[in-house]
């Protein structure tokens, strides 16, 4: 039962156990770049998360950089497992069950050069913004960076209202006691609102579709997302303004796909926006051509523009590696504009060229040397986009992953035993990425028979078979469930091989494996 230290916010369920890049330093600092802009560049950085949930990004981050990591959210249970995993890794992060404002209090806490928050500022109060804001002012260096993200209008003004019914049922139809049956009977009301055919459908006919979605995501994440008090969508300009008390002007999107016109305007768009002088009036009005409802946004406390030689040098020496299979990485991309064809001609090779070497990390400077068919504006392009689709990531370097393989490998371990009982976390730290790459529990499964000697993808899927079993648990294929023992072990041992075949090399390569 929640009680009054939550502010409103919903505690009577643990958030899930997501994890996102956009928090992660390394990924930060390319965004930056890619626009031009200086990130910061201390040798030993600090680093801090707002409201870190389950506490899995800020531990991975912890796990996989040299840097140190501070952190708070304010559910002691997410706390709890949040420094578990601390320890576990030995990462050294501190992690606390403060409020924001008893976080402003402390007097503890260095100097960051960057502070996160992700799915946090819409879903507090405007007094807990104005806090955050000022922990920014005082805690964020010069030259820092400020990563955030929040529903925003446009994209939202449609089915703005039905949130507030979700939120109004909660309210004065409390009836369900347990938070999955209250989320439940707050969409079936909604859902019969909408059967009923009100008026507003005319204008948003679109609405029932919205609904349906909505319905079948995860009960826990949609009472976090939609059944908090506060719920205070934002257009862009209102964040700009709520966050220049601390100082911080607006720098770019943490998107890499944002970088790639084409794929997100047309050239109509493309060339009103270019006749518009401000860049904030740009960019607000650029939420509009591509319906954003969600922006994931990079703020600096007092922005430096790179000279353009010094920006290309930078991202000649940046190192990318894959993150999926070269041959599974799909030539079609959707964005804003709708789905775009990547061309093959130049795909495929900058795909081949990243996959040689046992899919080895390799810089912009060694990848345009490799492709001499094609021009480094190409080149940089293909993998902006790859960066953007999460089929490629920029790395961190040689010697920072070899300072932090040990803590990765400890957390890394801890993960895939977890993994026997349950399917919460899917990832996994990498020295190499300075942050996390999605592995699905299957794999981490077969990565525990491989670290218990098991030699085969025969003997990976016959491991995984007696731990589900043994819980009573089956396969589900296609939407069916598989019943027999057989038709399970067939499907695991298919997976097994695949993963031996594709899993296996690019995990070594991100040093996880």
């Known amino acids: 039962m929640s009680t009054v230290w939550n502010e409103g916010y919903f505690t009577d369920v643990a958030y899930t156990y997501g994890y996102y890049r956009e ?15 200086a990130a910061p560049d201390a040798a030993q950085q600090q680093h801090c998360e707002l409201g870190f949930g389950q506490g899995v990004s800020i531990n991975i981050h912890a796990a996989a950089s040299p840097d140190s990591f501070v952190g708070t959210d304010f ?20 992690l606390f069950d403060d409020s924001f404002e008893q976080l402003l209090a402390r007097t503890d806490l260095p100097q960051f050069d960057s502070i996160s928050l992700h799915g946090i500022w819409t879903w507090v109060s405007r007094d807990n913004q104005k806090i955050i804001a000022e922990f920014a002012r005082r805690h964020l260096k010069p030259g820092g960076l400020l ?71 995860n009960r826990h994440y949609l009472a976090h997302e939609y059944f908090n008090r506060e719920w205070n969508c934002m257009y862009f300009t209102d964040v700009v303004d709520a966050l220049s008390p601390a100082k911080l002007d607006f720098a770019c999107t943490a998107a890499p796909l944002d970088a790639v016109e084409s794929v997100n305007l047309s050239p109509d768009a493309q060339t009103f926006l270019g006749s518009i002088g401000h860049p904030i009036l740009r960019e607000q009005a650029r939420d509009y ?19 353009p030689v010094l920006r290309h040098q930078q991202l000649l020496q940046t190192r990318f590696v894959l993150q999926q299979h070269a041959a599974d990485v ?40 490799a492709l001499p068919a094609l021009q480094e504006v190409q080149v940089l392009e293909a993998l902006t986009v790859l960066v953007g689709t999460s089929a490629a990531a920029p790395c961190q370097s040689e010697a920072a992953a070899r300072q932090v393989h040990k803590r990765c490998d400890a957390l890394n371990r801890h993960l895939i035993e977890r993994a026997q009982f349950s399917n919460d976390v899917e990832v996994l730290a990498s020295p190499v ?36 079993e043994a819980q009573g648990q089956r396969i589900i294929k296609e939407g069916k469930t598989l019943e027999s023992p057989d038709d399970n072990l067939a499907e695991l041992t298919r997976q097994a091989n695949e993963f031996a075949e594709k899993g296996v090399p690019l995990l070594k390569a991100l040093q996880v494996a």
Request: net charge positive; proline share 7%; hydrophobic share 45%.
């Open 23 to 37: 928090i992660n330093p390394v990924f930060q600092r390319f965004c930056l770049l890619l626009r031009g802009f």
């Open 75 to 94: 559910n002691p249970a997410h706390a709890a497992h949040a420094n578990q995993l601390a320890a576990i890794s030995g990462s050294g992060a501190r």
């Open 147 to 217: 990563y955030i993200s929040y529903n925003c209008f446009p994209g939202w003004s449609p089915a703005y209202p039905l949130r507030q019914l979700f939120a109004l049922h909660d309210r004065f139809i409390p009836g369900a006691t347990g938070a999955v049956q209250r989320v439940e009977a707050a969409m079936k009301f909604s859902e019969g609102l909408l059967a009923a055919q009100p008026n507003y459908l005319k204008a948003v006919p679109h609405l029932p579709e919205r609904l349906k979605k909505i319905m079948e995501q």
């Open 289 to 307: 051509f591509v319906n954003q409802q969600f922006r994931k946004d990079l703020y600096v406390r007092g922005p430096i523009r790179l000279p």
């Open 330 to 369: 799909p030539l079609k991309v959707a964005a804003a504009a709708g789905e775009a064809t990547l061309q093959e001609a130049v795909y495929r090779p900058v795909l081949d060229a990243l996959a040689s070497n046992q899919y080895a990390p390799k810089t912009l400077r060694e990848l345009v040397a």
């Open 433 to 468: 990425l300075g942050g996390g790459v999605p592995v699905r529990r299957f794999q981490q499964l077969f990565l525990l028979a491989r670290a218990q000697g098991r030699k085969n993808a025969q003997e990976w899927a016959q491991h995984a078979w007696r731990i589900i």
